[in-house]
């Protein structure tokens, strides 16, 4: 009896363990860089732009308040350049699979103008001439221009067309880190995160203008003339009281006196003032009850759309060979780091965990006091200037208060006063 207790208790630890770690032993990572010794083995710079003098390039930096110092990433270096850097990775297929796609950016510039995206590219690449022209299967991330763009690209391309996503999503402007993460699931639903919390959700077939939609409204559709759409109608039991239109709307005040020195042969006869009449009620309307018959509010129906066909294989990319860094920015100093290729959200979930967990708080803690050193400089050349531009001011007027009295107690010659001798003469 207790061999078989034994034996029953390892089967079911052998259970636990089978249910627990096979989902972990089935995901799959296509891609995890966190840009540590050896990364440039992995990534190829392009040198697209570079004979025109508009290539910059990146630089292996941890970044001005780094949460570790030790954590570091690339960042964007030339201001007003193009950057572009990609790694191939293992050729694979998001087919009936989950594709998660996730990196930090940390904007540490005023950039003014430009993108801080990761793009996905399938196919053969020639990397030294990876560009702005090379078709990619995915482009995600921001894209920041002045303060009124502030946006989040999903585009996503199907047969040799991109298709940005229809909704407005936005971006971080702040100066920290921060991670985006995109999911797209194999029902064509896909879900977008900025630090781990859902900024949007939806599905490709509605958020995208790939497919032509499964629905659509019939055209010059009318309401139904026995369509009844009144919620409430008169109750047909509720009859007006007897006398109801009788009652006025004011009556004499009965408490009302003539005055003393009222005077009917001036005046005439005294009439007491009208108050409104307590008793009164208004126009009668009938009570309201629930209507019967009522159908709802009409609306335009929809029928299938004879247009739309349907492609299982929506969500389906091009198989993926590469991923990479490409972008334009009017000021550099963005760092990418972090950036993980996969089927498993929730190994992606932990990687932003465990950053915010052991980073987050020295990372703010020291940006604030960069900020407070930064203010405290602006403060101080602000100071030098306005105290520069006093002196500067101080010294025309010693200039032109000097040339004021040379000119009023200047020596005149003596045919300054002919003209008043001859008018004497």
């Known amino acids: 009896m207790g061999l078989s207790q034994n ?23 296509f891609l995890e860089e966190h840009f540590e010794g050896g990364w440039k083995s992995r990534w190829v710079l392009s040198d697209w732009k ?21 954590n570091k990433g690339i960042q964007t270096y030339n201001d007003a350049k193009h950057y572009a850097i990609s790694a191939k990775i293992p ?8 594709l ?23 196919g053969y690449v020639n990397q030294k001439q990876f560009g702005g022209d090379t078709p990619y299967s995915l482009m995600f991330g921001p894209d920041i221009c002045g303060t009124q763009t502030k946006k989040l690209h999903v585009i996503l391309s199907y047969q040799g067309q991109n298709y940005p996503i229809k909704k407005d999503l936005e971006c971080e402007t702040d100066k920290l880190n921060h991670f985006y993460t995109f999911i797209l ?23 995208w203008d790939i497919l032509p939609p499964r629905k659509i409204k019939v055209k010059n559709a009318k309401k139904p003339v026995d369509w009844d759409d009144r919620e409430y109608i008169d109750d047909p039991e509720d009859v007006k009281p007897e006398g109801f239109d009788s009652i006025p709307r004011q009556i004499p005040d009965q408490k009302a006196k003539e005055p003393e020195d009222w005077d009917e042969e001036e005046n005439g006869l005294w009439e007491p003032p009208m108050i409104p009449n307590p008793a009164y009620k208004g126009s009668w309307k009938a009570k309201k009850i629930k209507n019967p018959n009522y159908k709802g509010k009409w609306k335009n129906p929809w029928i299938d759309n004879p247009e739309f066909e349907d492609d299982p294989d929506l969500y ?20 990418f780091d972090n950036i993980l290729i996969s089927d498993d959200p929730e190994y992606a979930r932990s990687m932003v965990d465990d950053y915010f967990a052991q980073h987050r708080e020295s990372e703010k803690e020291l940006f604030a006091e960069a ?18 531009g006093e002196r500067r001011r101080n010294e025309r007027g010693h200039r032109y208060g000097d040339r ?12 300054d006063y002919m003209d008043d001798y001859h008018d004497e003469l």
């Open 185 to 207: 699931r194999p029902d064509a639903s896909y879900s977008v995160l900025v630090d781990n919390k859902e900024r949007e959700f939806g599905s490709m077939y509605t958020d």
């Open 316 to 335: 389906v990319l091009k198989p993926i060979r590469y991923a990479g860094i490409e972008v334009w920015q009017v000021k550099a100093g963005s760092i």
């Open 91 to 98: 050729e694979f297929s998001n087919k009936n699979r989950t």
């Open 404 to 415: 004021d009295r040379r000119h009023r107690y200047k020596r005149h010659h003596r045919r």
């Open 371 to 388: 900020e407070k050193e930064r203010k405290a400089k602006e403060d101080e050349e602000a100071r030098i200037a306005r105290e520069e």
């Open 50 to 70: 570079r004979n025109e003098g508009k290539a910059g390039t990146f630089k292996h930096t941890a970044g001005k308040w780094p949460g570790d110092p030790d």
């Open 100 to 122: 998660v796609v996730q990196y930090s950016v940390k904007i540490e510039q005023d950039i003014e103008c430009g993108g801080a995206y990761i793009k996905l590219l399938s």
């Open 7 to 29: 034996k029953l208790k390892s089967f079911c630890l052998l259970l636990f363990s089978l249910l627990t770690l096979t989902p972990l032993a089935f995901s799959e990572i």
